[in-house]
Structure formats: structure tokens, C-alpha cells
């Protein structure tokens, strides 16, 4: 038994030897996971478009109108171009790129609120650009609500009008509403993913070039090593960089800690297995520069699955990839119980041991099959 512990501990550390000696491999699955952590977030870091330029026509000038003005200057996501009673002047300037939307106060309005009337404000948005168009959407429906609910309050024992109970938006796990949010959440765990599966392929193909059989000893020891560093890899990403970030985690903090060795391991069986295939260190990234993206589209997190062909949602779903970027979305951002977890966890377990036995009998035969 002991000389099994040092047979296994000689193993590992070569493995360790062996990436560090090896510059693109130490890259690929260890400085990597620093340069992704800055690199992805950085660019996402302005989440919200703000100061979007609006237009108003204010055709009644009224005590109103004026309120509504006021309490849309205040909002941080639009920003006032110009205040016109001319509403072709207005069209003008959307036409001229010069604003994104047009807020439209007509001449009836004080009495269509007095009155309980149908009707009211106008709001014209381009198209050209659906974030922006999203952000004024959201800047001016607050604004104008709080406005119009003020005045309102001053005809409420001579009309019968009554202000709509407001519908309030709570995301379910992307509470800023942020695209890096929504983003790199989604993102890190395919970052683990593709490093591992690019690391490995590289380290196990150059093994193989030698002609190179492991024993189970071996074999063990390998995994270990790649769990170990992928581990890591997850706990700094999901730790340090979302914290860094302000983006939501620690939903389920024990589920992710159960989670991520499952998901680790289910990445390391699918590597060997993809490694056992290649004659060259080189082949590995010839694969993992083309699978990266169709990898994320078909986790469902940029498109949804029910919107994609069955075929495909089958397909997306047999992924370890897959179950691991809703696993730990669900996990880290939404904190789920454990339970609703489950059949990923059985399902990413069932698939690295098939993956790992599998990859095992392939590296174990003649290195040229």
C-alpha cells in the first residue's frame, strides 16, 4: 500500500513536472484561467448603456409635462438632446442619429389624467440598436410613472382614475441586468472546459508521440493532477473573480463545491478520450479554436433551447458542457437546492466514468490506433 502512495505521488508530481516544463501546455491550462478571469470581464465591464440621447416634445408646457422633464433628466440611463414642440423636428433628428428615442407629451395630457382617459404619452424608439432601445425603454417607464402617480394623486376624490399596479421585472439570477452578468457566469465554466480539453490533448498526445502506455497507477495519477488544477481553476473563477466583479454568487456554496470535482471530472474523461485520437500535440488546437463557440450556443444560455430544433436540444444537452454551464448557473447565481441538481451531478458522474474507462483501454493499446 505504501509503495502504491509513492508509485501514485511520483506520478502526480511528474505530471506537474511535466506541464511546467512544457510552456504552451502551462499556458493553456494554468495561466489561462488568470488571463480569461480579467480578459472576459473587462470587456463586459460597462454592463449598462447609459446616457442614451432622447428627444422631448413637449406640445402642453404644462405643470406636468414640466415633472415628467424633470424625473427623466434624473434618470441615469437617457440623457436629454432637446426639448421641442415640434414633433417633425424631433423625427428629424432620430433620422440624423443625433438621439435614440423621441418621449412625446401631448397637448391633452393633463386632462386624459384628470379624466381617467385612454391615452397619454408617446414613445418613439429606433430599432437600430435593441440594448439601446431596451435601456430607454426602462429609464423613461420609471420615470414617467412616478410623474403621472404624482398628479394623479390630486384628482383622486373627483375621478374615478386609477393608476395600473405597476409590473415590476426581477431577473432570476442576472440582478443587474448586466450582459457581463449575464455573460461570463455562462462563460467560466466553458473556459475550464476548452483549457482543459486543449491542455491535456497536448500533454497526452506528446506522450504518446514516445510511443507512451500508462498503468493504472499512471492513469490515476494524471487524472489527480488535471482534477486537482481544474478544481482550482473553478473555485478562483467562481470565487475571486465573480466576487471581484460584483457578479452574483455563493447561491449554493456546498452544491458548487460538490459540483465542480463532477463537472472536472466528466472534462478530464472527455479530454483523454479526444487525446487518444491524436498523433500530433498540435491536432488539439486545431479542434479547439472551431468548437468553442458552438459549444456555448448549444449550452442554451445565448439561445434558448426550446427555440432551437429537437435534434439540436438532444444534442446540446448529451454535453458535459452543457449540463455544467446550467449546473453552475443554477448553483452559483440562482442558489437552487441540491436536489433540483441531482440528475446533472448522476448524469456528469455517469459520463466521466463511461469517459474515463473508455480513454483508459484506448491510450492502454498501441499509440498508433
Given at each position: 500500500?505504501?509503495?502504491?502512495?509513492?508509485?501514485?505521488?511520483?506520478?502526480?508530481?511528474?505530471?506537474?513536472?511535466?506541464?511546467?516544463?512544457n510552456s504552451s501546455i502551462f499556458t493553456?491550462?494554468?495561466?489561462?484561467?488568470?488571463?480569461?478571469?480579467?480578459?472576459?470581464?473587462?470587456?463586459?465591464?460597462?454592463?449598462?448603456?447609459?446616457?442614451?440621447?432622447?428627444?422631448?416634445?413637449?406640445?402642453?408646457?404644462?405643470?406636468?409635462?414640466?415633472?415628467?422633464?424633470?424625473?427623466?433628466?434624473?434618470?441615469?440611463?437617457?440623457?436629454?438632446?432637446?426639448?421641442?414642440?415640434?414633433?417633425?423636428?424631433?423625427?428629424?433628428?432620430?433620422?440624423?442619429?443625433?438621439?435614440?428615442?423621441?418621449?412625446l407629451l401631448p397637448n391633452n395630457l393633463?386632462?386624459?389624467?384628470?379624466?381617467?382617459?385612454?391615452?397619454?404619452?408617446?414613445?418613439?424608439?429606433?430599432?437600430?440598436?435593441?440594448?439601446?432601445?431596451?435601456?430607454?425603454?426602462?429609464?423613461?417607464?420609471?420615470?414617467?410613472?412616478?410623474?403621472?402617480?404624482?398628479?394623479?394623486?390630486?384628482?383622486?376624490?373627483?375621478?374615478?382614475?386609477?393608476?395600473?399596479?405597476?409590473?415590476?421585472?426581477?431577473?432570476?439570477?442576472?440582478?443587474?441586468?448586466?450582459?457581463?452578468?449575464?455573460?461570463?457566469?455562462?462563460?467560466?465554466?466553458?473556459?475550464?472546459?476548452?483549457?482543459?480539453?486543449?491542455?491535456?490533448?497536448?500533454?497526452?498526445?506528446?506522450?504518446?508521440?514516445?510511443?507512451?502506455?500508462?498503468?493504472?497507477?499512471?492513469?490515476?495519477?494524471?487524472?489527480?493532477?488535471?482534477?486537482?488544477?481544474?478544481?482550482?481553476?473553478?473555485?478562483?473563477?467562481?470565487?475571486?473573480?465573480?466576487?471581484?466583479?460584483?457578479?452574483?454568487?455563493?447561491?449554493?456554496?456546498?452544491?458548487?463545491?460538490?459540483?465542480?470535482?463532477?463537472?472536472?471530472?466528466?472534462?478530464?474523461?472527455?479530454?483523454?478520450?479526444?487525446?487518444?485520437?491524436?498523433?500530433?500535440?498540435?491536432?488539439?488546437?486545431?479542434?479547439?479554436?472551431?468548437?468553442?463557440?458552438?459549444?456555448?450556443?448549444?449550452?442554451?444560455?445565448?439561445?434558448?433551447?426550446?427555440?432551437?430544433?429537437?435534434?439540436?436540444?438532444?444534442?446540446?444537452?448529451?454535453?458535459?458542457?452543457?449540463?455544467?454551464?446550467?449546473?453552475?448557473?443554477?448553483?452559483?447565481?440562482?442558489?437552487?437546492?441540491?436536489?433540483?441538481?441531482?440528475?446533472?451531478?448522476?448524469?456528469?458522474?455517469?459520463?466521466?466514468?463511461?469517459?474515463?474507462?473508455?480513454?483508459?483501454?484506448?491510450?492502454?493499446?498501441?499509440?498508433?490506433?
Open positions: 500500500m505504501k509503495n502504491n502512495f509513492k508509485k501514485f505521488l511520483h506520478f502526480y508530481l511528474k505530471t506537474f513536472k511535466d506541464i511546467l516544463g493553456t491550462l494554468v495561466l489561462s484561467i488568470f488571463l480569461y478571469s480579467f480578459f472576459y470581464p473587462t470587456a463586459y465591464k460597462a454592463e449598462h448603456a447609459e446616457s442614451l440621447p432622447i428627444v422631448i416634445v413637449d406640445e402642453e408646457q404644462s405643470l406636468i409635462s414640466s415633472r415628467i422633464i424633470t424625473q427623466v433628466s434624473n434618470s441615469p440611463n437617457v440623457k436629454i438632446k432637446a426639448v421641442t414642440g415640434n414633433f417633425a423636428e424631433a423625427e428629424m433628428m432620430i433620422k440624423n442619429q443625433q438621439a435614440d428615442g423621441i418621449l393633463t386632462n386624459s389624467i384628470r379624466r381617467g382617459e385612454i391615452g397619454g404619452v408617446g414613445l418613439y424608439l429606433s430599432a437600430a440598436n435593441f440594448l439601446k432601445t431596451k435601456q430607454i425603454g426602462l429609464g423613461l417607464a420609471s420615470s414617467i410613472e412616478h410623474a403621472v402617480a404624482q398628479q394623479a394623486e390630486k384628482f383622486g376624490q373627483i375621478s374615478h382614475f386609477n393608476l395600473a399596479l405597476s409590473i415590476h421585472q426581477i431577473p432570476l439570477f442576472n440582478t443587474l441586468s448586466g450582459y457581463g452578468s449575464y455573460v461570463f457566469p455562462a462563460i467560466a465554466p466553458l473556459i475550464v472546459h476548452q483549457t482543459i480539453l486543449l491542455g491535456l490533448g497536448m500533454l497526452l498526445a506528446g506522450y504518446r508521440i514516445q510511443h507512451w502506455r500508462p498503468n493504472k497507477m499512471e492513469f490515476f495519477a494524471i487524472f489527480s493532477s488535471i482534477l486537482t488544477i481544474g478544481c482550482l481553476g473553478c473555485f478562483y473563477l467562481f470565487g475571486f473573480t465573480f466576487w471581484l466583479y460584483d457578479y452574483p454568487h455563493g447561491g449554493n456554496f456546498w452544491g458548487m463545491l460538490l459540483g465542480v470535482p463532477i463537472f472536472i471530472s466528466s472534462v478530464i474523461g472527455l479530454s483523454m478520450l479526444f487525446a487518444s485520437f491524436l498523433d500530433l500535440p498540435e491536432r488539439a488546437g486545431h479542434v479547439f479554436v472551431f468548437t468553442s463557440i458552438p459549444l456555448f450556443l448549444l449550452s442554451g444560455t445565448a439561445w434558448p433551447h426550446a427555440a432551437m430544433p429537437e435534434w439540436i436540444q438532444w444534442l446540446g444537452n448529451l454535453l458535459p458542457s452543457t449540463q455544467g454551464i446550467q449546473m453552475f448557473i443554477q448553483l452559483n447565481q440562482m442558489g437552487v437546492p441540491l436536489q433540483i441538481v441531482i440528475p446533472k451531478m448522476i448524469y456528469l458522474s455517469t459520463m466521466a466514468a463511461i469517459l474515463l474507462i473508455w480513454s483508459y483501454f484506448r491510450l492502454t493499446q498501441n499509440p498508433k490506433n
